[in-house]
DNA sequence: TTGATAAATGTAACCCTATAACATATCAAC
DNA sequence: GTTGATATGTTATAGGGTTACATTTATCAA
């Protein structure tokens, strides 16, 4: 299973990692990895958990790479296009993908007490709204699913789980 | 199957209908169904689409029933919680809830040209998100699943579906 | 029926999220 | 090295949502 994102783990590497599989992509298909697209992809992998464009936009401004907002946004819109980040309609955030580079329909296990986000794969067309979808004619081009609960720390009586 | 939303069907007797299930719900459970609440959900269910909170208030406003955002958002905050109206995250927009009274997980699918949206059923124990959550001893307590594409009017080619 | 409590409304001000528009710079490829 | 496309800098503004507090209305028990 390739739920990830509750629980320890290896976080320099896995941020290397993902850093390197973006850049292979991007070399691969021609696309222009600039610096600030690096570096809000650097501050998601970090934190490790969702951010706001406002929150991330705090960091690019101390670092002098831009202070509007246009800024971050159009960092975002490239990494959430090209499937580097992933947006949680739920909390108006984004998320470094845990897999990025695979094709891939991603569901998050949000934790409504300390907002960590885990991701998962979802298979929409699968399912009751695949049923749904293929008895009315509609046809599913992408799709938002989103849990939202405790996660094992947060159930475990953390009053909150940092 | 009971989605709906897409294709024809008697609307005003739907509404009544709706109104009705709602009306005896408060009654029996005692909640105040205010005329500022039963507006917000005639309105919801006469346009019988997602409307915006703001859109909801001009409505709200041009007939005097209150003018600054927090009528439109305490309503729907009410109709929300009760289950009556529900909330597409990805749209930021409400809809009426097409099955009242009755406990259940909503999932949507979106039109992405028309903006159309039907209700249909999701189970998010079961299937992919589920096992992750069992899996991660994650606790799923609400879910969001929506799903965009084309309606079925809309993949007929119509260039724009009403 | 009155008085205490809880629930709902009115209103002003504000915060957060996101985009439009336009000028400038940089890149990629011929 | 010029050109067309892509990326950035910046200003202003649109859109969505909440806080806070005063006032009113409903509920219910004494």
Known sequence: ?????????????CMRAALAAVEN??????????PVRRRVLEILLA????????????TLRDEG????????????DFLVSHGFAHKIERLNAFVACTHPG???TPAFLICRNCDAVAEA?????????GRAATDTGFSIEQAVVEALGLCPDCRKGAPACA
Chains 1, 2 share one sequence.
Do not use: N, W
């Open 1 to 13: 299973m390739d739920t990830i994102g509750f629980g320890q783990h290896d976080h320099s590497s």
């Open 25 to 34: 992509y991007c070399t691969e298909h021609k696309l222009q990895f600039t």
């Open 47 to 58: 934190r490790h958990r969702a951010m706001g464009a406002y929150e991330i936009l705090d």
């Open 65 to 76: 790479l831009g202070s509007q907002p246009p800024v971050a946004y159009r960092a975002l």
């Open 102 to 104: 695979q094709d891939h």
């Open 121 to 129: 794969h979802a298979e929409p067309s699968r399912g009751m709204l």
